[in-house]
């Protein structure tokens, strides 16, 4: 129910117009970016969900934000986004961006409208991407939107060197709420989850869950190194309103998942433990 009193739904309504976990997610990617481009120089840069979730708050959307971090040694970018509205903004921030300076490579950008289950076979098949090419995936579903089959089809792309790296994010806080709502819970479920095998996730709790799906990274998908990083709802903690799993094949990538997520998250200890824990238990 809305809260009765103006001023408490006021505040409410702010609280959800500007959620902090939506800018911690963006922070978390855009500070990760640029770690990897310092290791890799180069790379191609896919998002699955490339709108802003905030249309009037581009310094939580992550899409403008790595376009425009330094250094821009990212060459080839994709973009994948279902409302057209959003597919325009995209369209109009890449144009806008300014010429290469000297010793930066030339840029590319491509935007998908659509749904982007069905697309991101397209690109893969139309621009794969070659196998020394460093590359990263950005697949910041709301709850449901990414089918495996997609998640599949990114991870087994290539066919030697490192895989393409996934940043998966896992609406923890509101999963259940969500699923309830379903006429057909089981058809809509394996369709996101790809098996039967989703109700082992639901029924996990707090970081369990994570863990089992970063689990599956690894051996349903082959990946080196995957770990569940926790998105909370307030600064100070509170509730653990996403998990971000990061899979990679390189012994770099961690660390400086580990760096960029104390630099956007915070350093409460309380909330570090957790992750550090997993991280060392690799």
């Known amino acids: 129910m809305p809260p009765e009193n103006p001023q408490e739904a006021k505040r409410t309504f702010r609280q959800l117009e500007h959620p902090i976990w939506t800018e911690s997610k963006a922070n978390l990617i855009q500070h990760y970016l640029q770690g990897f481009v310092f290791v890799t120089k180069h790379g191609t840069y896919i998002d699955g969900f490339a709108g802003a979730q905030i249309p009037d708050n581009h310094t939580m959307w992550a899409a403008k934000l790595v376009v425009e971090s330094h250094p821009r040694w ?8 279902c409302e057209e509205s959003k597919v325009r903004a995209l369209e ?5 961006q300014p010429p290469r300076a000297k010793n930066e490579p030339k840029r590319t950008f491509k935007t998908y409208s659509g749904d982007f ?4 076979h397209d690109m893969l098949s139309t621009f794969p991407v070659p196998d020394k090419e460093a590359a990263f995936c950005l697949l910041d579903q709301r709850t449901f939107e990414c089918k495996w089959s997609s998640v599949k089809a990114i991870a087994t792309h290539k066919k030697a060197g490192n895989k393409i790296e996934l940043f998966y994010f896992l609406a923890n806080s509101w999963i259940d709420r969500s699923i309830s709502g ?10 996101w989850w790809g098996d039967a095998t989703w109700k082992n996730l639901i029924a996990r709790r707090g970081i369990e869950r994570g863990l089992y799906l970063a689990e599956r990274f ?14 909370f709802g307030r600064k100070d903690g509170g509730k653990m309103m ?14 400086i998942m580990f760096r960029a997520y104390h630099k956007s998250v915070g350093g409460n200890p309380v909330r570090l433990t957790q992750t550090e824990l997993i991280v060392r238990q690799s």
């Open 74 to 81: 990212l060459r080839h970018f994709f973009f994948f986004e």
């Open 92 to 96: 109009q921030m890449t144009s806008a």
């Open 117 to 120: 289950n069905d697309n991101i």
């Open 182 to 191: 379903f006429n057909d819970p089981e058809s809509e479920m394996r369709k």
């Open 218 to 231: 690894k051996k349903e998908l082959g990946y080196k190194y995957a770990y569940p990083f926790p998105i």
């Open 242 to 255: 996403y998990f971000m799993v990061h899979a990679s094949d390189h012994p770099e990538a961690t660390p």
